[in-house]
């Protein structure tokens, strides 16, 4: 792989400071990388910042915009594509601006291993992405969800991608639509292209979360606002596969008290493809590369 070949493109907006606000940028990633952003008054950031134009923004707005308040994200991914493309890169990786944790968790020998966010190099991260794009049928790779659990034997597996993926610019579709779920309806488009979307398990990621930080920076204050309406566009499109409601739940909180709070929760069901693997060696080499970084 020639590093020379991948953008990192962090996605953001509506969000001013510095990575205390916006914690990926906290990360030490060695490739290309820019904000794609809607709107940055106020970032004070070391990574360059691509303003999304004016006329590629309208074009947006009268080709693909299906709400008044949840068009920017999927806009500035969609135009993450086209200015990676335009570039010559070939591969993507697309990050959402407040990724707090990145680990990597899996089973050896039955025994759990776990090198934590204070120890991770971020590339190593895009660099196991990467390879398997390079070697399979994907279009779209991503991470798994931080967990406490760890996970079993399995290496790939094909799962909705959220917040922390790479795309495969020669084949993956061009625009992100479905207003707040946009993740949701490309991970869709690409099974309809006969693409599969595939989670590395072991590659785990967390973000800043809104419930008990009351985050409502960036596209949060819509989210609550919106509440179950925030899935309205994405059970039109695809109601065969989407749904959504409200849950509630237990968390803690400070002092280890329990707090009671309504959640938005998405109801998914599985879409495969089917993986083709071109070179499983190269994939286990790589892994085992990275893993010899930490051991």
């Known amino acids: 792989m020639n590093k020379k070949e991948v ?16 914690p990926t940028e906290k990360y030490d990633i060695s490739y290309d990388k820019v904000i794609i952003s809607n709107n940055s008054i106020d970032y004070d950031t070391e990574w360059e910042i691509v303003n ?21 994200a999927p ?23 407040n990724i707090t944790n990145v680990n990597i968790l899996f089973k050896n020998k ?12 971020f590339d190593d991260i895009i660099d196991m992405l990467v390879t398997v794009l390079e070697n399979t049928n994907a279009g779209m790779t991503g991470c798994d969800m931080v ?5 079993n034997n399995q290496f790939l597996a094909e799962r909705y991608c959220y917040s922390l993926f790479a795309l495969k610019l020669s084949v993956c579709p061009s625009i992100f639509q479905g207003s707040f779920e946009d993740d949701i309806e490309y991970r869709l488009k690409c099974a309809q292209m006969g693409l599969p979307c595939v989670q590395v398990i072991p590659l785990k ?21 919106q509440g179950v ?9 695809y109601g065969d596969i989407y749904s959504c409601g409200m849950a509630s ?33 190269k994939i286990q080499d790589k892994f085992k590369k990275i893993i010899s970084h930490y051991m």
């Open 7 to 22: 953008l990192v493109v962090e996605i953001s907006g509506k969000r001013p400071g510095t990575k205390k606000q916006r």
């Open 52 to 72: 999304v134009p004016e006329d590629y923004k309208q074009w947006y707005i009268e080709n693909y915009k299906q709400s008044e308040n949840a068009w920017y």
């Open 75 to 97: 806009m500035n991914r969609s135009y993450a594509i086209k200015y990676a493309r335009e570039r010559g890169y070939k591969y993507l990786i697309q990050l959402d601006d």
């Open 110 to 121: 039955n025994k759990k291993v776990y090198i934590g966010n204070n120890r991770i190099r």
């Open 147 to 151: 967990s406490m659990s760890t996970p």
């Open 205 to 225: 990621y967390g973000k800043t979360g809104q419930a008990l930080n009351k985050d409502l920076s960036g596209c949060r204050a819509e989210y609550l606002k």
């Open 229 to 237: 309406k925030r899935g309205e566009q994405m059970r039109k499109l």
């Open 249 to 281: 739940g237990a968390k803690a909180g400070k002092q280890g008290k329990r707090r009671e709070q309504i959640l938005f929760k998405h109801r998914l069901k599985q879409v495969k493809v089917g993986v083709m693997i071109y070179d499983k060696k």
